[in-house]
């Protein structure tokens, strides 16, 4: 069987859009940029200048806004971390003039020592309360690693009253905590299970 395709038709590359192998027209090449323009070129050349200067003070602005407001969060930071114990410290002002006040008593019995002591105390627990201070008081709850420190353990048979395995016997040193982080944890006795 003869083939009518011409000898040489396999060294040609077959195009499947034109099987017919007639010349087709090169694609139509983009103009390059300043091409055709002429005497425009030098006006677009100013104004790409200017458009380029706007857009470099812009940039200058927004660098120097950029700044300042990065000088400003620092120096907010600063203050925050400089004036942070203000309200407590505010708190702590009236314990320092009752305990000032008890001092300056000039025959305080034991029972008016005790009741300054008292109101004091109130003071401080109201002052602790005011910024988020809780103490840690754990007697009788499960020992937490998080919260508690164990100090030594207790058979359970020894403890008075009864107290379940793995679970707090005494408190020798409450603990506190301050926006609930450990501040201090409190040192306990365990009931060893």
Request: aromatic letters at 4%; proline letters at 8%; hydrophobic letters at 40%.
């Amino acid at each position: 069987m003869q083939s009518d395709r011409p000898d040489n038709a396999d060294d040609q590359p077959t195009d499947p859009a034109n099987p017919q192998g007639t010349a087709t027209e090169a694609p139509a090449r983009e103009p390059l940029p300043g091409e055709g323009l002429g005497q425009d070129l030098p006006q677009m050349l100013a104004d790409a200048q200017a458009k380029a200067t706007e857009n470099y003070d812009l940039f200058l602005r927004a660098v120097a806004d950029l700044e300042n407001a990065r000088r400003r969060a620092q120096d907010d930071v600063a203050k925050a971390h400089k004036f942070a114990i203000e309200s407590f410290a505010e708190g702590l002002l009236p314990v320092r003039d009752s305990l000032e006040m008890a001092l300056k008593a000039d025959a305080p019995s034991v029972e008016s020592i005790r009741e300054g002591v008292e109101a004091t105390l109130k003071l401080f627990a109201s002052v602790f309360e005011k910024n988020k201070l809780v103490e840690i008081d754990p007697v009788g709850e499960k020992f937490d690693p998080n919260r508690h420190q164990a100090i030594s353990m207790m058979p359970v048979s020894a403890t008075n009253p009864p107290v379940a395995a793995n679970h707090v016997v005494s408190v020798l040193q409450k603990g506190y905590l301050i926006n609930d982080r450990v501040l201090r944890p409190a040192l306990v006795i365990v009931a060893q299970g």
